[in-house]
Each structure stands twice: as C-alpha cells, then as structure tokens.
T-cell receptor, first 111, second 114 residues
C-alpha cells in the first residue's frame, strides 16, 4: 500500500469553476502536510503548506482531516494557468526532512 | 531566489555505462536530495545528504551511489546503468532538516538507458 494516495484524474474543469480533490495518507504519525504543483515537464514547486486549522491562499484552500487521514485542496474560480499536476506531500516527524510524495492529481482547466 | 541546477536536461546512455548526474544549489542549503519520478509512482527518494560527506539511503538506493564533497554539490552515480533506471531524476535542496522545510527542486534530468 502506498503511503500517500491520490486520484490521478484528470479533473477537467471549466474556467471559472471550482474543483476539489483529496489525498489520503497511511501513517498516523505524519506531522507536516503540503501541496506541491508540477507543471508539465517542469519541476515540483511548493504551492502551500496545510495547517491543522485549514488555510487559504487566494483561490486555494487546503484542509487537513487527521481523524480520517486525508488532506484536500480546493481551487475556486479556476484559471487556465491552474492546469497542472498537484502533488500531495507528507512528512513524518522523525524522518529527518524526508518527504513522501503522492503520484499527483492532474487538473485540466478548459476555456 | 533559490536556484538548483542539474548538469543535463536529457541524457542517453547504454546498459552497463557509468553515469554521473550532478546537482548544484546556490543557497547554502544543508540538505540535498535525489529522487526519481516515474508515471503512476510519484517521486521516490533515492539518497539524501544532510551535510558534506554525509549520506543516507532513501527508499530505493539499490543500484545508485552518491557523493557530496562540497556543500553546494550533490552527485548521483549509476555504477552500471540498467534499462530499469530509465527515469526522470530530480535533485532538491532544503535549508534545514526540519519537517516543515520547503524543498526546492532542480529542472530534472530525463535519463534513457538503452
């Protein structure tokens, strides 16, 4: 079983719509959570950290559900430039900075 | 801005060749990482280093070795390349080994082993 699992998609989203997707993690000891964004043929880049209380960054909202061991990302008012693969990333407290990556959820925003 | 560079964007090698992938970061980061990325599997950690001359195995170290002689440079070595090592290789660095620290990635090297 993978430590971090994501729906690969693609999620096809009309421009201006809202899209949301989840990621589940298997290690209940996980302490830090992130969403990274990876554009086609590019390197991953940090999109946002995910805090216990949930957090928002512009049109992006991230939530953490520790009881059910999943995190979510919601994108409002989708733009064409939001088309990318979104990587769910989890870090264990004793893992010396090691990150566990999900395989990614592809989002395609269409005009 | 943090900059992580990798020596090649594309590389084609033959089975059995020794392959060197170089990574350099310019922000005095303590930690450096080598990952490979394959479709459907995501990024998997090969090796990481938290200090000069220090290295730790990641999740899939078999068939690879690393070298970190200088703080800014972290090399990945394939002693005898095999076709199952065809992949995208990504180098990353982070300032500290904190669980909340951001990792910055290089542009990747797409390696094909024939």
């Amino acid at each position: 079983r993978k430590e971090v699992e994501q729906d690969p998609g693609p999620f096809n989203v009309p421009e201006g719509a809202t899209v949301a997707f989840n990621c589940t993690y298997s290690n209940s000891a996980s302490q830090s959570f992130f969403w990274y964004r990876q554009d086609c043929r590019k390197e991953p880049k940090l999109l946002m950290s995910v805090y216990s209380s949930g957090n928002e960054d512009g049109r992006f909202t991230a939530q953490l559900n520790r009881a059910s061991q999943y995190i979510s990302l919601l994108i409002r008012d989708s733009k064409l430039s939001d088309s990318a693969t979104y990587l769910c990333v989890v870090n264990d407290i004793d893992s010396w900075g090691k990150l566990q990556f999900g395989a990614g959820t592809q989002v395609v925003v269409t005009p | 801005d943090v900059k992580v560079t990798q020596s090649s964007r594309y590389l084609v090698k033959r089975t059995g060749e020794k392959v060197f992938l170089e990574c350099v970061q310019d922000m005095d980061h303590e930690n450096m990482f080598w990952y490979r990325q394959d479709p459907g599997l995501g990024l998997r950690l090969i090796y990481f280093s938290y200090d000069v001359k220090m290295k730790e195995k990641g999740d899939i170290p078999e068939g690879y070795s690393v070298s970190r002689e200088k703080k800014e440079r972290f090399s990945l070595i394939l002693e005898s390349a095999s076709t199952n090592q065809t992949s995208m290789y990504l180098c990353a660095s982070s300032l500290y080994a904190s669980s909340t620290d951001t990792q910055y990635f290089g542009p990747g090297t797409r390696l094909t082993v024939l």
